[in-house]
């Protein structure tokens, strides 16, 4: 079992920052792919980014492509999602989510998923 843990959302204006961390705990977090994904009311849930195991990939959604960055700290079993230049409709509730070995732009193909964190950007 993996427990995963959001923190760092908030109300934030457009063109502003917010940094959210995953923290988690339980099995090996060094052998998970970590990814987060959003979901915004009315819509299903997106992907947003991902990050190999060794922290050596990574991957993001065109439309957070040079705005956002992932990244993790094995040695705190810790991942974050810097997030710059926020926009309206980055407005979502964020999850991160842990997947055995290599990750995956599908949300289905994820384990484990914490509760979520939620992010609006006003205009």
């Known amino acids: 079992q993996v427990q995963l843990v959001e923190s760092g959302g908030g109300l934030v204006q457009a063109g502003g920052s917010l940094r959210l961390s995953c923290a988690a705990s339980g099995r090996t977090f060094s052998s998970y792919a970590m990814g987060w994904f959003r979901q915004a009311p009315g819509k299903e849930r997106e992907f947003v980014a991902l990050i190999s195991w060794r922290g050596s990939d990574t991957y993001y959604a065109d439309s957070v492509k040079g705005r956002f960055t992932i990244s993790r700290d094995n040695a705190k079993s810790t991942v974050y999602l810097q997030m710059n230049s926020l926009k309206p409709e980055d407005t979502a509730v964020y999850y991160c989510?842990?997947?055995?070995?290599?990750?995956?732009?599908?949300?289905?193909?994820?384990?484990?998923w914490g509760q979520g964190t939620q992010v609006t950007v006003s205009s």
């Open positions: 989510a842990a997947r055995w070995n290599s990750g995956s732009y599908s949300s289905y193909d994820y384990d484990y």
